[in-house]
């Protein structure tokens, strides 16, 4: 039913997973740095103790949470105790991950606000709070599913070598099961394919005149040094916490 | 302050949409037309007397509404009585728009669900309700603005012939004004650019083995049929709106 969920289409859902994460990170590179949408309090009491950013992304998952995103699979939220959907549960037929609760929204938000948007943004304040914040909510649900979508990658790695990775497991190998999901080729296939993605989207907006305030290779850099590591970390922590046990 | 909203910033905002849109509506044809979505009351009465999509967008837009995105000028809501913004109000100092309060989003809406949906989906219903009202909302939030975004325009285009914009005001000769604002080697080009776009990012998807289910002509159709007349309407209705009384 759900053809986003079979193993044989990860890389589709990857590559499109890539023009959004390519595309807002650009986007957010537009405006300053806004360090005040990342503090807690800075706008006094009323968005709850939580930063602009925070309080935006919540209230989105509140939202999604009602037309049932997050009953998905290859959906996690940032926040828990969000509402009940408003419509009627989806059987997910075809879902082919094991049982799991595997969730690393925290260190990714951590991850974004504090390495990567000093990163991509120019330091200072432009005011431009709304719109910063919208790229970052988006930017931030983009990463969360790209970098879980391990799960459905180490479900796939698992299915071509089940004995293997059941041993690496029972012997708590972290090293062994990194070195058994890592393969060099298909990472930098994925980094000379976001390469190639910065460098057209710069391109045509620099044709229009709008020029981007950003490196195509700094775009790279995010994938090489934060988003390929957090999947694999995601994959590693799959296999060791569905295959470790039963036999 | 705002460089969004300087008149010479007007070909950069266009662009940075334009990824939007193509993006968004190529994403959207993956899934089927899921005419329920559309359709008021399908789910009962917990969306309360909304269609899911409507539901889905009143929803995002009371939080956007919360941190203000409403307050710019170059921002509009689908829906009326939104909360009021939790941050402080911004003043738009380089607002160039006269006051007026034109909002065709309403017949927005409609377009896109009678006639952009059914041009670009299959027939069909894939159960994809979550995944395509989220692509309906970013995609609707975005032709509001493009569209919107004629207010600009012709604010540009009036200030380059103010006498002669106020003669045909003064006549009420909207024929007359339409024919001042069209200018078909821009519409030329912004078709052609389009079409590029979409081509390359189908591209990209394909080499990828996620062939997009969508020609990139049917992008450019849209463009041609609705975007741009729509964009010429709110041109014509800004300055007849704002420059026909006063002298």
């Not at 992304?57 to 998905?72: D, G, N, P």
């Not at 304040?125 to 909510?137: A, L, P, R, T």
């Not at 004995?163 to 298909?186: F, H, K, N, S, W």
């Not at 390469?195 to 850099?221: H, N, Q, W």
């Amino acid at each position: 039913m759900s053809e986003q969920l079979l193993l044989s289409n990860i890389r589709n859902v990857l590559a499109r997973l890539e023009e959004t994460i390519i595309f807002e990170l650009i986007e957010r590179a537009q405006f300053k740095r806004n360090d005040i949408i990342y503090q807690t309090e800075a706008f006094g009491s009323v968005l709850g103790g939580e930063s602009l950013v925070g309080f935006h992304l919540l209230e989105i998952e509140k939202v999604h949470a009602r037309i049932r995103r997050y009953t998905s699979p290859d959906e996690h939220p940032f926040f828990a105790d969000l509402p009940e959907p408003v419509l009627p549960a989806l059987y997910y037929a075809d879902n082919p991950l094991q049982p799991n609760s595997i969730n690393i929204n925290n260190l990714i938000r951590d991850i974004y606000e504090t390495e990567i948007i000093p990163y991509i943004c120019l330091e200072g304040d432009d005011k431009q709070y709304g719109s910063s914040s919208m790229c970052d909510v988006t930017c931030l649900q983009a990463l969360s599913k790209r970098i879980h979508y391990g799960k459905f990658v180490a479900e796939s790695k698992f299915r071509s070598n089940p004995t293997g990775c059941r041993r690496l497991c029972a012997a708590g190998d972290q090293a062994g099961l990194m070195e058994e999901i890592t393969d060099p080729e298909v990472e930098d296939r994925v980094l000379e394919r976001v390469a190639f993605k910065a460098e057209t989207y710069c391109r045509e907006l620099s044709m229009e005149g709008a020029g981007p305030k950003i490196d195509p290779g700094i775009i790279v850099d995010i994938y090489r040094q934060w988003i390929i590591p957090l999947n694999k970390e995601v994959q590693v922590e799959y296999i060791l916490n569905c295959f470790s046990t039963s036999g």
